[in-house]
């Protein structure tokens, strides 16, 4: 979806939270109007901010809205010009997330972006104004961990036009249209003397138009390219590629960051977690379990590939858009025995089925139509259910896959429920355990040929225990040769 039509969408979404967040606050004259502050959330919303820089502040009207709008990092700049500053300070002092600093701010806004440069980083700015504005908007896109910055008091064709990725200004007539209402009543002297505007001009971070083209192409920075992807494809954490590039990109580091693939590495290193996402699509995964941590150690090498993931048991379809938002480029699909496919979108796809019958994963196989890098059985969770599943399903895994057993500990805490016989013999996570031992397989649901298939094509097999030693979180990875 294009960006402009996200922006309009998400302004209608937020309009009713975003009113009902503002109610009682007064607009202070010179401040920003309520609509041009629905502008700015609604970036905040796409573009999924972790953290907010405001240059400019004085009596805090703006840093309010934000303050109540987004529960992240937000340090406010100003020279205290006015001398309000302590009463800002104080008036804000409840907003714990909301920090006031004095100081110009074109030098603390890239100190602090620097000290932040793993986050995603949004900038407003109303102050200063005219070009040394436009000189810090400047100089904050070109950096990389910004998504967007937004200027306050200017115009369509004013200055930022063909910078970065231009997208939109408050004063445009559509904008008006919908939502000029939001300040109907108040600042009706100021409106009258800006019948459209000015308003917010926002751009959007594009690094690599920001960078000449000789940097763009030097040998240098295809030397980085490769060595950035042979690390990453020898599955290094992040932290060891982001060492080992800086190494090598001592001085020129910004510069680099324009040729392709260095590129690709900054998105990946300012891109969200999986537990960050997780926990803002709000899976047990993530949010109870723990388990988000150890796949991303897993899946992390694979991230920027045309991943095709499986995972059994949709629910709510909290993890599937998880991981349509993990892998961006990834195809996901989901597998449940109620009818989910409200959940499908451009790149989730589901079935109905019952994991507990082979014909239904074996159709289920048949209609994604070629093999998987990572499976996931996040289903029933019955002994029955986990074995048979893994049994059917595990030849479908490419060589160098990934299936993954989850909730191992439903077998301890209600052995009964999920069907575990009173000789624990058939325990899932006890097998999982033994096969990771001995490299022998034991289900009494499982075929000799089908024991004898993942005998053969496990490289290993590993169960994590997650959290609390007395009652663990548990999941069972199986790596396939
Ligand atoms: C734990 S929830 C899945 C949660 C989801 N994976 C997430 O993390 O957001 C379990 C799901 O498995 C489905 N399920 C239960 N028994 C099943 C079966 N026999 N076959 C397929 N799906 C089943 C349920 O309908 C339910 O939606």
């Not at 303050?67 to 104080?90: C, F, Q, S």
Request: with cysteine; hydrophobic share 35%; charged share 25%.
């Amino acid at each position: 979806m294009n960006l402009i039509k996200s922006f309009r969408m998400t302004c209608e979404r937020i309009k009713a939270p975003f009113l009902r967040l503002t109610d009682g606050m007064t607009y202070r004259e010179g401040g920003i109007f309520f609509s041009e502050g629905l502008a700015f959330c609604a970036m905040l919303e796409i573009f999924a901010v972790e953290m907010l820089i405001e240059s400019g502040v004085a009596h805090g009207q703006s840093s309010e809205i934000w303050a109540r709008w987004l529960h992240k990092p937000i340090i406010a700049i100003g020279n205290d010009g006015y001398g309000v500053l302590n009463e800002t300070r104080m008036r804000l002092s409840d907003y714990k997330h909301l920090s006031i600093r004095v100081g110009d701010s074109r030098q603390l806004a890239p100190e602090l972006l620097d000290a932040h440069r793993d986050k995603r980083i949004a900038v407003f700015i109303d102050g200063p104004k005219g070009r040394q504005a436009l000189l810090l908007a400047k100089r904050c896109l070109g950096h990389p961990a910004v998504v967007f910055v937004g200027v306050h008091d200017t115009t369509r064709g004013h200055f930022m036009d063909g910078w970065g990725k231009t997208v939109f200004y408050t004063d445009e007539r559509w904008f008006q249209r919908h939502y000029a209402d939001l300040d109907r009543g108040v600042a009706e002297e100021e409106r009258k003397s800006y019948p459209a505007g000015p308003g917010i001009g926002f751009a959007v971070s594009d690094p690599e138009s920001m960078v000449p083209s000789w940097i763009r192409w030097s040998r240098r920075a295809k030397f980085l390219c490769r060595r950035t992807r042979t690390l990453l494809r020898q599955g290094k954490s992040l932290s060891v590629v982001k060492q080992r590039i800086k190494a090598h990109t001592v001085g020129i580091a910004e510069s680099c960051a324009a040729s392709k693939s260095i590129l690709n590495l900054l998105r990946h290193l300012r891109s969200r977690s999986l537990t960050s996402l997780g926990i803002e699509y709000d899976t047990d995964k993530a949010t109870k379990h723990g388990f988000t941590h150890i796949y991303e150690r897993m899946f992390g090498v694979k991230r920027f590939e045309p991943v095709r993931l499986l995972e059994i048991g949709i629910k709510t379809g909290a993890s599937l858009r998880m991981w349509e938002a993990y892998f961006p480029r990834g195809t996901v699909f989901g597998m449940d025995l109620n009818p989910k496919q409200e959940k499908d979108s451009d790149r989730i796809h589901t079935f109905v089925g019952n994991q507990e019958k082979r014909a239904d994963l074996q159709a289920c196989i048949e209609w994604i139509g070629e093999p998987l890098d990572i499976i996931i059985d996040d289903g029933g969770h019955t002994m029955l259910q986990q074995q048979v599943t893994l049994a059917t399903l595990f030849p479908s895994l490419k060589p160098g896959g990934i299936y993954v057993v989850e909730d191992l500990h439903c077998a301890f805490n209600q052995p009964e429920r999920f069907g575990v016989h009173p000789d624990n013999s058939n325990n899932t996570c006890s097998i999982l355990e033994q096969f990771s031992q001995t490299g022998r397989l034991y289900s009494e649901y499982m075929t000799d040929s089908e024991i004898l298939y993942i005998e053969k094509h496990v490289d290993r097999c590993k169960v994590w225990r997650i959290g609390d030693p007395k009652r663990p979180s548990i999941t069972g990875v199986l790596h396939k040769k």
